[in-house]
């Protein structure tokens, strides 16, 4: 865990840089995430007084988005696309053998803090399901040989 | 010696990335000079990795790719196993008409050269000579509607924006493609960004607004930074300034959000809820102010318009749906990808002919036109043409142009609960059919799967209420692909009280 002083003059560098913009919470959020790997509870009071927000418009933007974490991930982070196309390449069955060799369902981190798991809905590449990311790589045609990559 | 390896999304998840590596090294390692231009995909996704090797004749295609077969192609082309010969004539590419993604695949998509020498930037020049007016009826009478999904006429919204009254106005692009099944905006920006950004500056001189911004979902890592690279370079070369400019923001994964007023209240910071309308965004859109909301494709379409004028685009196409849309065809296909074509070609057509049927060699059992949140076509509706008017006169409807293809082996009630089921997950909260049905519907697909068809009747019933009482097509369309796999596959909708009988 930063040191709270570090973790708050970071968060007033990031506000700092996104002064002025129109609408700027989500790229703000995106940048804190980007830094720390979640969205500390604490940076809250610090952007809501930086946007003159209340506490609870900036914690219910959080809470909307799929993308924004209150906690720190696993290791790395496996999205497996769940939607319509992937799914008639046979990507339940896929993420079905993921789970059962994780020992996780959905939103859930292995034990030894090494993955997460997350469905993730379409990644645009509905052509070439089922479609899976990898710590932020693509990967086409997915199948469980994927775990190999995460287990590193 | 010149290489093609895209850099687009599709092509990198099926190892175009390191196929780049392998051709540089190799290159490096026989002491030929390697020219690697990294372009859009071609559309063809079951050949991609697709490497092309520019030769006398043309650009020779190769795919789908693997690393070993790299050094072949240092040796004879011709009798290269992945040869597929000159890529201009393959048959997937000849049959298309190639208007708004005329340019993706051929130029290196972040060369504001290439860009010009294959048309780009005619059409804004042109417009900068006209006046608002005239530009706003230019693309009025190119009949060009919003692809999108709804289809609302794009220069009748341009022609509100342009005459409503306001200091400050804005462009805003939708490019929060979350319907499974497609993928032309993410092409589009991959492959060919400065297109995007010409359409949106046109947009800005017919609307007065000097602003524009893209809203491009998290999902799509490469679009968001080849279209920051695209904007930048743009910004350099003076092709966006004082007169129009416009940055690229990112979506945080919400589904809902690819709604025009929900995205409007993502862009200012805020939680993605629909609004009500009135007041249109046309008028109160972005921070209160007028503001075109506009699809990728629709903006991207723009620039070929008013370089070839109206005329000519309006030519192609059926009935009231003008112009050409970028097929994106997916799911379980033999020859999945995009292939943009007049509009008017059967559903069958496009399966069978141009996707040429499922990629497990089985029956294709239904097709989803539309993405999630459009009905399921079986076999027996492949006449119909693709038009908006006409999907829409079979209960279903075009979207974003997307077809899910999916075989024998789908279970339809399995589908239509993760419509609902989806739709639970997405929803915004704000309308209580959407909200709260969207989890009954769920349940009550349960029931049905669970033997107990007097759940019929209340699964009709609640996707009426959803239709009628929800503000948006999460919770207004969810019925579609529901009540089409109920209408169409009844039989799926009672495996549990046979198997009782």
Redesign the interface.
Known sequence: MLDSHVQNDRIAEILDAHHGL??????I??AIQGAFGYVPDSAIPQIASS?MLSKA?VH??IS?????RSAPAGRHVLKLCR???????GADAVAGRIKAALGIDWHETTADGQVTLEP??????????P?A?VD?R????CDEGVLAEVAK | MKVFVPLD??A???GADKLAEAIAAEGASRGVDVQIVRNGSRGM??L?PLVEVVADAGRVGFGPMTVADVPGLFGDLAAHPKALGLVDELPWMKGQTRLTFARVGVIDPLSLDDYRAHGGLVGLDRAKAMTKAQIVAEVTESGLRGRGGAGFPTGIKWKTVSEAPGEQKYIVCNAD???????AD?MLMEGDPFTLIEGMAIAGLACGATKGYVYIR?????AIRVMEAAVRIARDAGVLGAAFDMDI???????VCGEETSLLN????????VRAKPPLPALQG??GRPTVVNNVISLASVPVIMAKGAAFYKDFGLGRSRGTIPL??????KR??LYEVAFGLTLGQIVNEIGGGT?SGRPVKAV?VGG?LGAWFPPSLFDTPFGYEEFGAKDGLIGHA?L????DS?DMLR?AR?AME?CA??S?GKCTPCRIGAVRGVETLDRLAAGDSSAIPLITDLCNTMKSGSLCALGGFTPYPVMSALTHFPDDFAPAREAAE
């Not at chain 1, 319509?84 to 390449?89: H, S």
């Not at chain 2, 923001?249 to 589904?255: D, L, T």
């Open positions: 129109e609408g700027p919470l989500l790229p959020l995106h946007l418009e219910g933007v909307f988005y799929h993308d924004f939607a319509e196309a992937c799914q008639t390449m993730v809905f379409c990644l645009g590449l509905c052509a070439c399901g479609a990311m932020g693509l990967v086409g045609r | 999304s599709a990198v998840a099926l996704v079951w991609e493609e979350g319907d499974s099944a497609t993928f993410r998290s999902e799509y890592p490469v923001r990112v979506g945080a994964g919400a589904y993502s862009l200012e910071g805020k939680r993605g809820v972005f921070m994106q065809i997916a799911g379980n296909v999945g990808g990629a989803q999630p997307g899910t293809i999916a075989d789908t589908m993760f989806f997950i997405e915004c």
